[in-house]
């Protein structure tokens, strides 16, 4: 029996002007579960991503979270509710260590002058290890000196470490190498397989179905499908992308 989601959406809207961005999209998340979100350029994948951080609040529809009603009108809120996101850039700090990027705003204080550093350090360690991470030689490397995939494990142990209950990641695979994405991969099944739920992005057809047990496609800013990635193909997803029926046409009547 599936879980109840922790993250359930219902006819969520976006307008920016005269566009709509999003139009009455459902949209869940369920607890050990990786929920892979695809779609063409303009889709509206990153709307309805940045409505969940609370980036862009949803003009209409609602949010649902562990089974309550509520209001998301920051990334403050979201973070609040356990829901973590991994942008593609990262959004880590090359002139810093891995201890300090992974404690960025959230450092343990020992005194009003000083930081409890052993205390940042070893909860670093310990959440690196619990996620198997076992390609950073040291968590007193300089962020500059890791590699793609390395920038990429810090960044997601940074979002998980923080009590997170629904981590989102954003294009994890872009731009590595091969050896780098299989690890990528396997992290995200790891995060998965610790309870968590997650939603993944990406344009990349075989990481989706590598990883992935559902995907929702977006097609001009509405949900046009939801498939069990073991019960569907590659073509039937791109067909979805591409073709899948939509209510309305937007700046068409």
Same mark, same amino acid.
């Given at each position: 029996?599936?879980?109840?989601?922790?993250?359930?959406?219902?006819?969520?809207?976006?307008?920016?002007?005269?566009?709509?961005?999003?139009?009455?999209?459902?949209?869940?998340?369920?607890?050990?579960?990786?929920?892979?979100?695809?779609?063409?350029?303009?889709?509206?994948?990153?709307?309805?991503?940045?409505?969940?951080?609370?980036?862009?609040?949803?003009?209409?529809?609602?949010?649902?979270?562990?089974?309550?009603?509520?209001?998301?009108?920051?990334?403050?809120?979201?973070?609040?509710?356990?829901?973590?996101?991994?942008?593609?850039?990262?959004?880590?700090?090359?002139?810093?260590?891995?201890?300090?990027?992974?404690?960025?705003?959230?450092?343990?204080?020992?005194?009003?002058?000083?930081?409890?550093?052993?205390?940042?350090?070893?909860?670093?360690?310990?959440?690196?290890?619990?996620?198997?991470?076992? #390609? +950073?030689?040291?968590?007193? &490397?300089? =962020? /500059? *000196? $890791?590699?793609?995939?390395?920038?990429?494990?810090?960044? @997601?142990?940074?979002?998980?470490?923080?009590?997170?209950?629904?981590?989102?990641?954003?294009?994890?695979?872009?731009?590595?190498?091969?050896?780098?994405?299989?690890?990528?991969?396997?992290?995200?099944?790891?995060?998965?397989?610790?309870?968590?739920?997650?939603?993944?992005?990406?344009?990349?057809?075989?990481?989706?179905?590598?990883?992935?047990?559902?995907? #929702? +496609?977006?097609?001009?800013? &509405?949900? =046009? /499908? *939801? $498939?069990?990635?073991?019960?569907?193909?590659?073509?039937? @997803?791109?067909?979805?992308?591409?073709?899948?029926?939509?209510?309305?046409?937007?700046?068409?009547?």
């Amino acid at each position: 029996m599936a879980e109840a989601p922790i993250l359930q959406l219902t006819g969520v809207s976006k307008h920016f002007g005269a566009v709509q961005a999003l139009r009455e999209v459902d949209f869940h998340a369920e607890p050990g579960t990786v929920m892979a979100l695809v779609g063409d350029n303009g889709a509206g994948k990153s709307t309805l991503i940045k409505g969940i951080a609370g980036i862009y609040p949803f003009d209409e529809g609602e949010i649902a979270f562990e089974g309550k009603k509520v209001n998301i009108h920051g990334p403050k809120d979201a973070a609040d509710l356990g829901i973590e996101i991994v942008y593609q850039d990262l959004a880590l700090a090359d002139n810093l260590d891995v201890v300090a990027n992974m404690f960025l705003g959230r450092e343990y204080i020992q005194s009003p002058w000083r930081l409890d550093e052993p205390a940042m350090e070893k909860a670093a360690i310990e959440t690196l290890d619990s996620l198997s991470v076992t #390609t +950073v030689r040291s968590v007193r &490397q300089k =962020v /500059a *000196e $890791l590699s793609g995939g390395q920038r990429q494990a810090i960044a @997601v142990a940074k979002a998980v470490m923080w009590n997170s209950k629904l981590v989102i990641l954003d294009e994890p695979t872009a731009a590595l190498g091969v050896a780098q994405t299989r690890q990528v991969l396997d992290l995200v099944r790891r995060l998965a397989d610790k309870g968590l739920a997650v939603i993944i992005i990406s344009h990349n057809m075989h990481d989706i179905f590598e990883v992935s047990d559902k995907i #929702t +496609v977006l097609r001009l800013g &509405q949900n =046009v /499908a *939801e $498939l069990v990635a073991a019960e569907t193909t590659q073509q039937e @997803v791109v067909h979805a992308i591409t073709a899948g029926k939509v209510v309305t046409v937007p700046g068409m009547q």
